[in-house]
């Protein structure tokens, strides 16, 4: 990979040819496979990350208080070594509730399975401080597990305002999951607060159904100082079309004393509006499920119980005049006698922190595996210099080839634009 010509051209596709026919498991076999027949996926990354102690964002965003944050250039040190669209992918990580939810036959257990999944979804933004390269217009990423049994394709749709849609889909023809997200940034002095906007879609083909929800907001605390931490707030509801069955999850901010950090809350309705599950557990950890009248009967128990045993707490709100500190959690969820797990994160590696608190799976998500090249498609993430130069620890070839493709696009958006005038102008 020489120049960003080698990477982005929006007007072309590959080209007719042999190569097209060749599938992506035909690349993969061979001497990296393991006993089992599954590839050995990379478990690091070729470079750690570099340290961001001596960098100012605050010498960027001092002016930026309240705006919407896509249309301002951040230094390429403050990114992962991941596109967008690539970070849409991590969706997929946990696609094994997927297969679940398809498994079961009564509806209120699939939608149980389906919350479970779309609180998965955004698990893996735990810790995740970094922020993701802004596709350009017309950039893909393409993702085939056969081992998960699924293929996924995502493309920048548009460029201002930066819509991303993707599209996955069951090997065995057993889902599809697909969506648009248009993500609005802000700075507000001391944090970044994200709003995932766009709708997921599942459909469960064998089942006919159709479920929809919107992701959560997302909120990176002490920007200027401090230690960087996350939180996930608002309300989040599924609904499954076919049946009219309701998911209603409430993922709470960490509040004054922070005992709420990381916590998710809600319950399953029928149409009627009776409930018949409670949903409830960390986004960072796990999830369980429990009948809601088990549920209302250990909450008047342990209401009860604690009337007479309360204690002054301790003001530590995640309010200070210097920083917002990240207030202690507990790591683990108090479990309700009758309780469901319907599922738990997965671990991250033991060199998770030096490489951008990245998952197992966000590790392989770049990796440019033997003789795809000639497989992808030309604008495909994996093959971005400069995202590629940030994985290899070089942030000054890095920062070079991201300013150089965006020159381009901006060049590439000005004669369309010229073009269109001239048409318009013309007929």
Same mark, same amino acid.
């Given at each position: ?10 007007e072309?596709?590959?080209?007719s040819d042999?190569?097209c026919?060749?599938?992506?498991k035909?690349v ?6 393991q006993?089992?027949g599954?590839?050995?996926?990379r478990?690091?990354l ?10 100012s964002?605050?010498?960027?965003l001092?002016k930026?208080i309240?705006m919407?944050l896509?249309k301002i250039a951040?230094p390429?040190?403050?990114n992962?070594p991941l596109s967008?669209?690539q970070?849409?992918s991590e969706? =997929?990580?946990h696609? &094994?509730? *997927?297969h679940?939810a398809?498994s079961l036959?009564?509806?209120?257990e699939?939608?149980?399975? /389906?919350?479970?999944?779309a609180?998965?979804?955004?698990a ?5 401080t ?5 596709p ?12 998960e049994?699924y ?6 749709v548009?460029h ?9 889909q ?5 889902f599809e ?5 248009y993500?609005k940034l802000k ?6 607060e994200?709003?995932p906007k766009?709708t997921m879609?599942l459909?469960l083909?064998?089942?006919?159904e159709?479920?929809?929800?919107t992701n959560? =907001?997302?909120c990176? &605390?002490n *920007?200027i100082l401090g ?5 996930q707030y608002?309300t989040?509801?599924i /609904?499954?079309?076919s049946?009219?069955d309701k998911?209603v999850l409430n993922f709470?901010?960490?509040g004054m004393?922070g ?25 960072t950890e ?6 809601a009248k088990?549920h209302e009967?250990?909450?008047?128990s342990e209401?009860k119980a604690?009337?007479?045993?309360k204690?002054?707490k301790?003001?530590h ?6 920083a917002?500190e990240m207030p202690e959690?507990?790591e683990?969820?108090?479990v ?7 599922w ?8 998770s ?5 990245f998952?197992s799976f966000?590790m392989?998500?770049?990796?440019l595996?033997?003789?795809m090249?000639r497989l ?5 993430c994996?093959l971005?210099?400069d995202i590629?130069?940030m994985?290899?620890g ?5 920062s ?5 493709l965006?020159d381009?696009q901006?060049a590439s958006?000005?004669e369309?634009?010229?073009e269109e005038?001239e048409w318009?102008?013309?007929?």
């Amino acid at each position: 990979m020489n120049s960003e010509e080698e990477f982005y051209d929006a007007e072309t596709g590959l080209e007719s040819d042999d190569s097209c026919e060749v599938s992506f498991k035909d690349v993969t076999d061979g001497s990296d496979e393991q006993e089992n027949g599954v590839r050995r996926r990379r478990k690091t990354l070729p470079a750690e990350m570099i340290s961001r102690n001596n960098f100012s964002v605050w010498s960027i965003l001092k002016k930026c208080i309240g705006m919407e944050l896509s249309k301002i250039a951040m230094p390429v040190v403050f990114n992962e070594p991941l596109s967008f669209l690539q970070r849409i992918s991590e969706y =997929m990580e946990h696609t &094994h509730l *997927i297969h679940k939810a398809c498994s079961l036959s009564d509806s209120i257990e699939r939608m149980q399975v /389906v919350a479970a999944f779309a609180v998965s979804a955004v698990a893996s933004q735990w810790e995740r401080t970094g922020k993701p390269f802004n596709p350009l217009l017309g950039e893909t990423y393409e993702l085939t597990r056969e081992d998960e049994g699924y293929r996924l394709i995502s493309e920048q749709v548009s460029h201002h305002p930066p819509v991303s849609a993707f599209h996955a889909q069951s090997l065995k023809q057993e889902f599809e999951f697909h969506g648009s997200i248009y993500p609005k940034l802000k700075f507000w002095g001391k944090s970044v607060e994200a709003e995932p906007k766009g709708t997921m879609t599942l459909e469960l083909l064998k089942h006919k159904e159709v479920y929809t929800w919107t992701n959560p =907001m997302c909120c990176v &605390h002490n *920007i200027i100082l401090g230690k960087l931490w996350i939180e996930q707030y608002g309300t989040v509801e599924i /609904v499954n079309h076919s049946t009219r069955d309701k998911c209603v999850l409430n993922f709470k901010p960490c509040g004054m004393f922070g005992k709420e950090l990381h916590r998710v809350e809600g319950h399953i309705q029928d149409r009627s509006k009776k409930k018949h599950k409670v949903i409830y557990g960390k986004w960072t950890e796990c999830m369980y499920s429990v009948d809601a009248k088990v549920h209302e009967a250990y909450k008047k128990s342990e209401k009860k119980a604690g009337a007479d045993s309360k204690k002054p707490k301790q003001e530590h709100g995640c309010e200070s005049e210097e920083a917002d500190e990240m207030p202690e959690a507990q790591e683990t969820v108090t479990v309700i006698p009758g309780s469901a797990l319907l599922w738990r994160i997965t671990p991250r590696p033991a060199n998770s922190a030096q490489m951008y608190n990245f998952t197992s799976f966000a590790m392989t998500l770049n990796e440019l595996e033997p003789d795809m090249e000639r497989l992808l498609a030309p604008t495909d993430c994996r093959l971005r210099p400069d995202i590629r130069a940030m994985e290899n620890g070089d942030m000054d070839l890095s920062s070079t080839e991201k300013e150089r493709l965006e020159d381009k696009q901006r060049a590439s958006r000005r004669e369309r634009s010229e073009e269109e005038e001239e048409w318009s102008t013309r007929y």
